[in-house]
Structures are given as C-alpha cells and as structure tokens.
C-alpha cells in the first residue's frame, strides 16, 4: 500500500502563486499515476490535474493554462505550480495514487489511495 502527504498549502492573495508537493512513499511513484483534486465547502470533490507515469498530463478546464502538474520520480514527489490564483481556488487538495494503467485519471472512483489534503485559500 502507498502512502500519500500532501504540503505546501496556505493563504494566497488573488494573483498570487504556491506550489503543493504529493509525498509518495512505500512504493516508488514509477508504478502509479497521480491525480490531484480539490473540495470546496459543499461542494463535490473536483478532479483538477494528473499525470500517469509516462508523464503525461491533463487539466480541467478550470485550471487550465494556470496550473502545471509535473513528477520527480528519483524524489517520489509529484508537485502543483498553482499560478494566477482566484478567490474560487480556494479548497481543500488532495492527491490520489493509481497503479492500474490507461484508466481515467480525472476521476476520484479510479483511485483508492489518497492523502489528507493540504488548504488553500485565496484571499485578499
């Protein structure tokens, strides 16, 4: 079984930058995919970014162009360069770890490994 932390969270003015990190450890991250999605207060849980371990990407329309997913695998580190924050940014993220291949990575029902979560929250 792996284990996941995520860190890096925080307060953020709009506009401003921060980058959360997805600690992989009890396996190497070269066997899983990774994902990241966020929870607002009552609202669903959103799939924002994954990368699989070919390093291929995607993003939701919501983040897309602001947000870039990236993996060192020699670190069992995944990271998220949130760029250009908005006020809606503001969630609870989380990252989650797929082992099986060509499965969809956008959708929190592929994973069964997640971690706690770190908040952002953006604000003036």
């Known amino acids: 079984q792996v284990q996941l932390v995520e860190s890096g969270g925080g307060l953020v003015q709009p506009g401003g930058s921060l980058r959360l990190s997805c600690a992989v450890s009890?396996?190497?991250?070269?066997?899983?995919?990774i994902g990241w999605f966020r929870q607002a207060p009552g609202k669903e849980r959103e799939g924002i970014s994954c990368?699989?371990?070919?390093?291929?990407?995607r993003y939701s329309d919501s983040v897309k162009g602001r947000f870039t997913i990236s993996r060192d695998n020699a670190k069992n580190t995944v990271y998220l360069q949130l760029n250009s924050l908005k006020p809606e940014d503001t969630a609870v993220y989380y990252c989650?770890?797929?082992?099986?291949?060509?499965?969809?990575?956008?959708?929190?029902?592929?994973?069964?490994?997640w971690g706690r979560g770190t908040q952002v929250t953006v604000s003036s």
């Open positions: 990368i699989n371990n070919s390093g291929g990407t």
């Open positions: 989650a770890a797929d082992s099986l291949p060509f499965r969809p990575c956008m959708l929190s029902t592929t994973y069964n490994d």
């Open positions: 009890g396996r190497s991250l070269n066997y899983y995919a």
